[in-house]
């Protein structure tokens, strides 16, 4: 009988921390611990949140009678890594300092992991982090030599929603070609040609999001220099306060559909902008891939909205038939790139500060 290895998988994001229990590829428990502004505001840097998380993590496993000597690994979501190829990592210390600096929460994830695989003396891995660059040269170019495109998206759930739309398609996703939209406070587009992610559309603006803001290049420069905001302002500006946040006051896509149903009409214009310009990046990552394109799939927290999916397919299901798969599978994909290594079907990369280089 083939051995059974349980995984601990953990995604932290901004406000919550997600974890997850797998008896390889069986879900057995799965949690999220929410954290209020009270609880973080002790914390001076993302990093320092780390301890507090983690002992979140244990207290809950205790609470459900989950022994921690039971488990065999640990899986991470990694962030802002520098650009790496797609796979599965082991943490090492160099991972673990690039993480601690971060702004993105998922960079607690290999900090978390590493802290785990001390205490418990059980490998640690990062699967596909926000940072994974599979771009053709071609995409690379922005006009400044020294500021080159590089890619940073969803990739974990990207890459988990494009083998499963593709094994929906019966192809295999290494021969499909297909364009992955992730909706939620971030939302990423990426062109996934015959099982790389080529190119995505979050790096080069006109892209807004229930919390995030990609004002005009010209008009942000100024801002910056027109003495009214400091480098914190901008940047809650641009990640935390913009978006639909800035407009509505909320983040919450939920409470938006409410606004709009209550007849709201600067809700919905408002949050049909939004899908406006989702689609305007399908259409974009359409002619990345020549027009050649199997399938659309929309996934995030928002694809389980049918009122913002519908007026998305309104618009873009003359390019290739658009598919749902709301949520995300963001645990479930730590825990099986760990579960390949330790089934001996995946070999572990080694993370590399050079690749960052």
Not at 208 to 214: D, I, L, N, S
């Amino acid at each position: 009988m083939d051995k059974t290895y349980r995984i601990l998988s953990i995604n932290p994001g901004s406000t919550s921390t997600k974890f997850a229990l797998y008896d390889n590829d069986k879900l057995i428990l799965q949690e999220t611990i929410s954290h209020s502004a009270e609880d973080l505001a002790p914390f001076e840097t993302l990093a320092d949140q780390y301890d507090y998380r983690k002992n979140c993590i244990l207290e809950t496993l205790r609470d459900k009678n989950i022994e921690l000597k039971t488990l065999d690994a640990v899986s991470g979501r990694g962030g802002d890594l520098g650009p790496i190829p797609s796979g599965t990592y082991r943490v090492n210390s160099e991972m673990v300092e690039r993480s601690r600096p971060g702004r993105h929460a998922a960079n607690l994830g290999p900090i978390i992991a590493n802290d785990l695989e001390k205490q418990l003396n059980i490998p640690s891995f990062v699967v596909d982090p926000v940072t994974v660059d599979e771009y053709e040269d071609i995409a690379r170019f922005s006009g400044w030599p020294e500021l080159p495109r590089r890619s940073g998206f969803h990739a974990l759930n990207q890459k988990a929603i494009g083998r499963k739309a593709a094994a929906d398609l019966e192809k295999p996703y290494e021969e499909a070609n297909l364009i992955v939209a992730h909706m939620g406070g971030g939302i990423s587009v990426g062109a996934h040609k015959k099982g790389k992610v080529v190119d995505v559309n979050i790096e080069e603006g006109g892209l807004f999001t229930p919390e995030r803001a990609v004002p005009p290049l010209g008009g942000l420069v100024r801002a910056c220099f027109s003495g009214n905001y400091n480098m914190e302002d901008v940047i809650k500006k641009l990640f935390g306060e913009g978006g639909i946040y800035a407009y509505l006051g909320t983040k919450d896509a939920q409470e938006v559909e409410k606004m709009v149903e209550k007849g709201n009409e600067q809700a919905e214009l408002i949050y049909r902008a939004m899908a406006y310009q989702v689609c305007k990046a399908i259409g974009a990552m359409a002619t990345v891939l020549n027009g050649d394109v199997d399938a659309i799939a929309l996934t995030g927290g928002i694809a389980h909205s049918k009122l913002f999916t519908g007026w998305i397919k309104n618009s873009v299901s003359f390019i290739a038939p658009v598919k749902t798969y709301p949520g995300e599978k963001e645990l479930e994909s730590l825990a099986l790139g760990a579960l390949r290594v330790l089934q001996g079907k995946e070999n572990a990369k080694e993370y590399d500060f050079d690749f960052n280089k």
